[in-house]
């Protein structure tokens, strides 16, 4: 059991807006901030999102993230087959004293 | 451009200890950054294992701990992990990363990663 929860699947149809969403505690979401990470098939995880709503240059504006309270959500518009992949959330935990990831959700691009 | 790339046996007996290490280029990893390895199951998520500040200070997975240990080669840019006491369940590929600023900061997060190498445990 991952300590930050996620669905585990998602779908959507091109041109779509999607969203994923991830939840944890007062420990790790509610005081420090979220990440996430795209994971194409075979490939290294890679940060869309970092601080809960900054995107790393290269990223495109339709990934968006957001944060409330001990809950965040990716949000994808626009949505395109390249979109297929797994995304993780991550946020650091000050009772474990250590990074905690979501258990992932398999994105779907019907 | 920084890039990083993971070595080490694809093959590791249980009971072993399993050794990685992280070749780094582009950037001198006593210069600053945390460094660490997140590592993947077949078929799952992923699971952070443990970071190493450029000064040596490290921080460890509660989970792993007592088995764990990541250090700093300075004079060849890597950087290592050693995993004791291996059984199949610390079969995976195994990533390092670099990590922007700091655990428990406003931001902590991997933005430079490995391609992964696979590690199976098995007699």
């Known amino acids: 059991q991952s300590v930050l929860t996620q669905p585990p699947s998602a779908s959507g149809t091109p041109g779509q807006r999607v969203t994923i969403s991830c939840s944890g505690s007062r420990s790790n979401i509610g005081i420090n901030t979220v990440n996430w990470y795209q994971q194409l098939p075979g490939t290294a995880p890679k940060v869309l999102i970092y601080s809960n709503d900054q995107r790393p240059s290269g990223v495109p504006d339709r990934f968006s993230g957001s944060k409330s309270g001990t809950s965040a959500s990716l949000a994808i518009s626009g949505l395109q087959s390249e979109d297929e992949a797994d995304y993780y959330c991550a946020a650091w935990d000050d009772s474990l004293s250590g990074l905690v990831f979501g258990g992932g959700t398999e994105l779907t691009v019907l | 451009q920084v890039q990083l790339q993971e070595s080490g046996p694809g093959l590791v007996k249980p009971s072993e200890t399993l050794s990685l290490t992280c070749s780094v280029s582009?950037?001198?990893?006593?210069?600053?950054?945390?460094w660490g390895w997140t590592r993947q199951p077949p078929g799952k998520g992923l699971e952070w294992i443990g970071s190493i500040f450029h000064s040596g200070d490290t921080y460890y997975n509660p989970s792993l701990n007592s088995r764990v240990t990541i250090s700093l080669d300075t004079s060849k840019n890597q950087f290592s992990l050693s995993l004791s006491s291996v059984t199949a369940a610390d079969t995976a590929v195994y990533y390092c990363?670099?990590?922007?600023?700091?655990?428990?900061?406003?931001?902590?997060?991997?933005?430079?990663w490995g391609k992964g190498t696979t590690v199976t445990v098995s007699s």
């Open positions: 990363a670099r990590e922007s600023g700091a655990p428990g900061a406003f931001y902590y997060y991997m933005d430079v």
């Open positions: 582009g950037y001198s990893i006593s210069s600053g950054y945390y």
